[in-house]
């Protein structure tokens, strides 16, 4: 009897600010080391990021944290950075590994501090043109 194939493990939908240029930067640098495909993007801001907030009882409007939704369920803060990291695999599994090692309270301290200072230390977008996605980009985002 011919062993079940592997599951295929699910998508993991990726909630960013859209106005941050940190977070914008991370994006391009997740699409670029997604080998696998596993991550799919939306910004908080966008109608879609908009109605999955919605879907998983967060409020409209939230752009405090990076949301990872997954099987049903909302992570935030460090816990979806981790997710992220470990659905990359490789050596950013190990990674994630390690950072859940790290008290809850401490990763989320430092989460919160980066999050309040994002925009002053790397800025946000003005608003005016952005450069086009390339096609890789471009296929990793929700409609």
């Known amino acids: 009897m011919a062993a079940a194939p592997a599951p295929v493990p699910a998508p993991l939908v990726v909630l960013f600010d859209g106005d941050c240029l ?17 991550l799919k993007f939306a910004a908080l801001q966008s109608a879609t990021g908009a109605g999955l907030l919605r879907a998983h009882g967060l409020p409209a409007g939230f752009t405090d944290s990076i949301v990872v939704l997954t099987d049903g369920k909302a992570w935030l803060q460090s816990a979806a950075v981790l997710r992220v990291l470990t659905a990359l695999g490789g050596i950013w599994r190990f990674i994630a590994a390690v950072g859940r090692a790290v008290p809850k309270g ?26 086009l996605p390339t096609p890789a980009e471009r296929a990793a985002f929700l409609p």
């Open 22 to 38: 940190l977070c914008d930067g991370l994006v391009k640098w997740l699409v670029r080391h997604d080998r696998h495909a596993r």
């Open 106 to 131: 401490i990763r989320e301290a430092l989460y919160r501090w980066i999050a309040r200072n994002r925009y002053r230390w790397f800025g946000r977008h003005n608003g005016e043109a952005c450069a």
